[in-house]
Each structure stands twice: as structure tokens, then as C-alpha cells.
């Protein structure tokens, strides 16, 4: 049983009403999952601030209240403690409350707008078959080991976050690989978490929505490198000119890796197919069955993490190159009449450009590359225009259409979409809301050897309209479409 003045270890209080010498049962932030004994933090979220349902809480039972606003009526029997950031707070807490399971394993958090889930998950598919127990906090999934789990956010809360971390401990992992978004730094989800090492994979358009401005956004991924501790290495992509800004204040030890740059880590392409990868990395040819510059960018950041974690060069080549691809990252597969289809998660500008890119390189010039995109929305409006220029400049063909539209009208977000393409690219594109008959307009379009990307949604085998969530699998929903049209 844990008392509340020792999960307030290092939590700077303002004020406190009441008794600390308590015991107490969970922490929560949200108010309907109070039970008895546990203590409330109030959040002010996006969505809702918690300070209004500390009443709520309390007539629930809660045994203390940890806020930024002390309430005007104050029961009898609960503390009530005024901190100045409850966020932080929280997050202070929960690494108490579970005992700092992030100490007690390798720790690396992995940052950008592209590649986290790529990189994240391929160090956790290296390590497991270098023989060690490990663990993946991902967009994707979290796993434990052996064990999965579903993941609701790229950073889960904080509370979420050390109870993965506490299993962790419990099942043995050697070491963890997290994916750190801006949302998560922002929120404090990742403080008093200890990192042994950070990844800083790229930085380009996305999240304004949320941010105010790209500054911004990239000032609050650069405080993730200043939270870092000295004995803990900051790996950078030195080809990203916001590269050397992560790393202006950090204490961590520096490296870094580049295609196009001198750094610590280079490699070159040699060969780009539809089969993989040819590299020259570290004066070493490696094969990988991963494609495009962007995984050469990705692979280059797994091998250098390694060999910072203590993994022999050669164990490390070898294992890099029997590495399989992400779910939804650049997955593809050849119909019996040689039409391509691949499915990959690009929903920001700089993402759909490099798999455009990647796709434009190893295409021989007469087959089409017919993209099918959408925006998500109640999200960044600023890049749909964007988004629209890009997939319209560089295909032979675009179906613009529904992605998540959750709250926003589908019609809304494709016009947003259509305002960036240019006027000789106008004949290009077709408009179908429905995301199920886009796909399959682009596969009743394609002939033997063309190319169908779908972007967008990736790895999610879902569809959110109107605040429901409804089954749709872009790659399972391609494979069938284009099976029927072929037989």
C-alpha cells in the first residue's frame, strides 16, 4: 500500500489542506474511473478541464485532489494539494507510484514528425531477435515481451506509460523503444521518465492544429534533447537542417547519422527496388528488404542505436537485413496481372512527397502511379492544399477522398484539398468521397504493371466518421478489390 506524501516525492506543491499520511489506491485524471482511495489529478485538456469535476470525484470517493485551482468548497476528509502544473505533476507521480520502472531498463525515446513507428518497431524486431526481452511503446501496439496490447495514442499518459514500464520490469525487458510525440512532450507525458537515449528522425509540416507554429512545434520536440541526462546519447539526422537545433542545449552525448552529410553514420544507396535496399552503410554492403531513401534514413538510425546499445557490428548488419516492414508503412503486393498496390500511413506533405519520391524512382516511366489520398479531419487544415499539390504533381492519376473525417464534412475537407493543385494537373484527379469506391475506381483504372498507392491511414483498421469508428482496412479492402477485378 503507497501514501500519498510518498508519491508527492519531488512534486512541487503550492498549497496543501489536509493529511498527506494517507493511503492511497490509483491515481486518475479522468473522474469517472474514481473509485475508492484514489486521488484525482485535475487536468485542464483539450477537450475538458478537470478542475470541473472535482466534485464529481470526490462524492466518488477520492482521497486527495491534486489541482492548479483549489475549489471554493472544500469537503472534510480529502486533501486537497494546489500544484502549478498538474500535468507535471502527474507524470512526477506516477514514476513514484510505480517506482521508476524507467530506470530499471534501456530507455530510448524516438522523435519527428516521420519514421517513429518504423524506427521504434524495427529496434524492438532487432533486439528481440539479438535474444533480449523487450519492450514497444507505438502508434501501432505495445508490446511487453511477448505479449501485445492495443494502443490508443502515440504517447499514452503518463500513468499509462510507467504501468507499462512497471510490467515491463516485472517480465524482465531489457530494453524499451517509445515513440515521443510533440503532444506527449507538451503534456508532460514523458517527464520524470529516464531516457538512455533520444532519436531525432525528421522534422516537417504537421500538427498545427495543435501547435500555433512550426516554431513552436519544433521548440517543443527540441525540449524532449534538453530533459535528456548526460549520461544518455541524443542520435540526430544531420540532413534535417533542425537536426543541430535538438541538440543546441542538451547535456546528452551527441551522434549522428546522414545519406547526404559527413557525420558519425553514413550511408549510401546503391540500389533501390521494389525488392528492398542496397546500402553502403559504414563501409559495409547491406541488403534490406525495406524500400525508398527514407527507410535508407530509418535503417541508418536502428544501426546506429544498436551499435550505441553495445550490439557487435557484425550480429548488427546481420540482423538489420532480415528485418520485415512495418504494418502499413510502404506495404505492398503484386496481383497475378503485375499491378502493384501499396499501402502506407503518409498523411502529412513531407511523408506522401518521399513515398511519391521513392515510388517515381524505381517506376521504368510508362506504367501510372494512380494515388488515392485524403485528410483526416479536425485536424491540421493547413497541410489538405498542400497534400493536394503534392499527390497531383507527382502521379499519373489522384482519387481524393474520405480519410478520418470524424466531425468535419467529407465534401469540406476533399475541396480544402483540391484548392492545391495546380491548374495543369486538374485533369488528373477525381473526387469520390467514399474511401471503399475510390479504392476501388483506382483499381478498376489500373493496367498490368501500374502502380496504386493508397495513403493515408496505413496500419489503422478503422474508419472515424461522425465520433464512430467503423471497420476499414485499406490493405485488406486493396487485396480483395483487385483479386475480384483480376479473376
Known sequence: ?????????????????????????????????????????????????GHNFIEKACNQGAIAIICEQIPEDIVNGITYIQVKNSKEALAQMAANFYEHPSANLKLIGVTGTNGKTTVA???????KKAGYKVGLLSTVVVKIDDVEFPATHTTPDSVTINKYLSKMNEAGVAFCFMEVSSHGIDQDRTTALNFDGAIFTNLSHDHLDYHSSFAEYRDVKKRFFDMLPKDAFALINLDDKNGRVM??????????YALKSIADYKAQILENQFSGLLLKLDGHELWSKLIGSFNAYNILAIYATAELLGLEEIENLK????LESVAGRFQYFVTENNITAIVDYAHTPDALKNVIQTINAIRTGNEQLI???GCGGDRDTTKRPKMGYIAAALSSKVIFTNDNPRSESPEAIIEAIEQGVAPVDYKKTLSIANRKQAIKTAC???????????????????QEINGERFDFDDFKITRELLTQLTN
Open 247 to 256: 541538440v543546441q542545449n542538451t547535456k546528452a552525448k551527441v551522434y549522428s
Open 319 to 322: 540482423l538489420l537485413s532480415e
Open 121 to 127: 518497431t524495427l529496434l524492438h524486431q532487432l533486439f
Open 444 to 462: 478498376q483504372m489500373a493496367q498490368p504493371k501500374d502502380i496504386i498507392l493508397i495513403a493515408g491511414k496505413g496500419h489503422e483498421t478503422y
Open 371 to 373: 494515388t488515392v489520398v
Open 1 to 49: 500500500m503507497k501514501q500519498l506524501k510518498d508519491i508527492l516525492y519531488k512534486v512541487s506543491l503550492e498549497k496543501v489542506f489536509g493529511n498527506t499520511a494517507v493511503t492511497i489506491n490509483e491515481l486518475q485524471f479522468d473522474s469517472r474511473k474514481i473509485s475508492l482511495d484514489d486521488v484525482f489529478i485535475a487536468i485542464d485538456g483539450t477537450a475538458a478541464d
